[in-house]
């Protein structure tokens, strides 16, 4: 059984940073033959896309909300993938999750991040 467990959140300042960790466990395959996705769910909100990273790092992309700002990451001999958050605002607050799906179906539990002064 597949389980992602995610780290990292916290409560920040405008235009501070944080860096998310999520530990992947229980693959029926290689880590490293994975894609692997960034959703958030704000307050009141459904969930939203945020990133994604292909296999062995290859193919990045972003939401045009946090490109410029965020970048995905992994480490395939720590089963990791990370996402480092900067100048994060106020309308980035939200639980967010890693998921083996852009739709976010299959999750973890999530890390919540809330930015404010």
């Known amino acids: 059984q597949v389980q992602l467990v995610e780290s990292g959140g916290g409560l920040v300042q405008p235009g501070g940073s944080l860096r998310l960790s999520c530990v992947v466990s229980g693959l029926t395959s290689a880590f490293s033959q994975y894609r692997f996705f960034w959703v958030r769910q704000p307050p009141g909100k459904g969930l939203e896309w945020v990133s994604e990273i292909g296999a062995s790092g290859t193919g990045r992309y972003y939401a045009d909300s946090v490109s410029g700002r965020f970048a995905v990451s992994r480490d395939n001999a720590r089963n990791t993938i990370y996402l480092q958050m900067t100048s994060l605002k106020v309308e980035d607050t939200a639980v967010y999750y890693c998921?083996?799906?852009?739709?976010?179906?299959?999750r973890g539990q999530g890390t919540q991040v809330t930015v404010s002064s």
């Open positions: 998921a083996r799906d852009r739709e976010g179906t299959l």
